[in-house]
T-cell receptor, first 116, second 114 residues
Framework: DAGVTQSPTHLIKTRGQQVTLRCSPKSGHDTVSWYQQALGQGPQFIFQYYEEEERQRGNFPDRFSGHQFPNYSSELNVNALLLGDSALYLC???????????????FGPGTRLTVL | QQQVKQSPQSLIVQKGGISIINCAYENTAFDYFPWYQQFPGKGPALLIAIRPDVSEKKEGRFTISFNKSAKQFSLHIMDSQPGDSATYFCAASGGGTSYGKLTFGQGTILTVHP
């Protein structure tokens, strides 16, 4: 049973550029959440996708956007990169319903983004 | 706004000892409290979780204690092993449309000496 997979593993960009990160959820899961983890900190919630729609969003600017595909995989896009966007970006998958989501979330290995 | 406070920031324990990590939360709407273990270069892995209808949950060497009135919960690792050396995060979620939005503590770096 494949767990949550993310690509790429590492990425180096320069300020002002745009980046796209990808995530495939655990088999049987339909909900994808994205988190940003700065060095030495706990993960911070960015947003969550269910049924191809953004269901809820954390305190992140509009430069952060996402998408969910019919096969439940997801992308995270960040525009106009800033030095402060350097972090580990984590994808977590879970099983959702229209009203709520099973709280149990499984995380992928993350994508390490470095902005120079 | 920090809603989950975790302590200590770091912890050193001898092999066979008990590791205790504490968390406190503010949002009374939280109704799910997981603990995650993270090794360097890896994503967080779910260790054990509890809901507020029970005061304690045990899985192997790991136990969560939950105090709803104090809005606190803790992780106890019994018979700590060097392989337990990792960063541990408490988290919380719940409350209407916030289901699935995990709010994490700052993390505790656990080192278990052989």
């Amino acid at each position: 049973d494949a767990g949550v997979t993310q690509s790429p593993t590492h990425l180096i960009k320069t300020r002002g550029q745009q980046v796209t990160l990808r995530c495939s959820p655990k088999s049987g899961h339909d909900t994808v959440s994205w988190y940003q983890q700065a060095l030495g900190q706990g993960p911070q919630f960015i947003f969550q996708y269910y049924e191809e729609e953004e269901r809820q969003r954390g305190n992140f600017p509009d430069r952060f956007s996402g998408h969910q595909f019919p096969n439940y995989s997801s992308e995270l896009n960040v525009n106009a990169l800033l030095l402060g966007d350097s972090a580990l970006y984590l994808c977590a998958s879970s099983l959702g319903t229209r009203l709520a989501v099973d709280n149990e979330q499984f995380f992928g290995p993350g994508t390490r983004l470095t902005v120079l | 706004q920090q809603q989950v406070k975790q302590s200590p920031q770091s912890l050193i324990v001898q092999k066979g000892g008990i590791s205790i990590i504490n968390c406190a939360y503010e949002n009374t709407a939280f109704d799910y409290f997981p603990w995650y273990q993270q090794f360097p270069g890896k994503g967080p892995a779910l260790l054990i979780a509890i809901r507020p209808d029970v005061s304690e949950k045990k899985e192997g060497r790991f136990t969560i204690s939950f105090n709803k009135s104090a809005k606190q919960f803790s992780l106890h690792i019994m018979d700590s092993q060097p392989g337990d050396s990792a960063t541990y995060f408490c988290a919380a979620s719940g409350g209407g449309t916030s289901y699935g939005k995990l709010t994490f503590g700052q993390g505790t770096i656990l080192t278990v000496h052989p």
